[in-house]
């Protein structure tokens, strides 16, 4: 069975394990070791089952800055087609 040593335990959790394992009756790594496998028992939140947020983002409508560079090249000016209907001779022949 593998061994885990911990250093630098700070004392008055020290004196918790030690505490616990005398109203337990048990030695101190008893004690250690039945509480790391409890804490690996309680699920953990994870960032993917965070909860989502109760208001959204943005509150607000945020226009646009008025410093947005124009494009490059000439202006190109729409024009209207009314009912475009092709001519026979605009569909090619199919055999």
């Not at 005398?22 to 993917?48: H, N």
């Not at 124009?70 to 605009?90: F, Q, S, W």
């Amino acid at each position: 069975m593998p061994t885990l040593v911990i250093d630098n335990v700070p004392a008055s959790l020290y004196h918790r394990i030690q505490h616990l394992a005398t109203a337990r009756q048990q030695s101190p790594a008893d004690a250690a070791l039945e509480m790391l496998e409890s804490a690996f028992r309680t699920p953990m939140v994870t960032l993917a089952e965070a909860p989502l947020p109760q208001e959204p983002f943005l509150t607000e409508e945020i226009s646009a800055p008025f410093d947005i560079p124009r494009p490059e090249g000439e202006t190109v000016v729409p024009i209207e087609i009314a009912d475009y209907v092709p001519e026979p001779h605009d569909i090619p022949e199919t055999e």
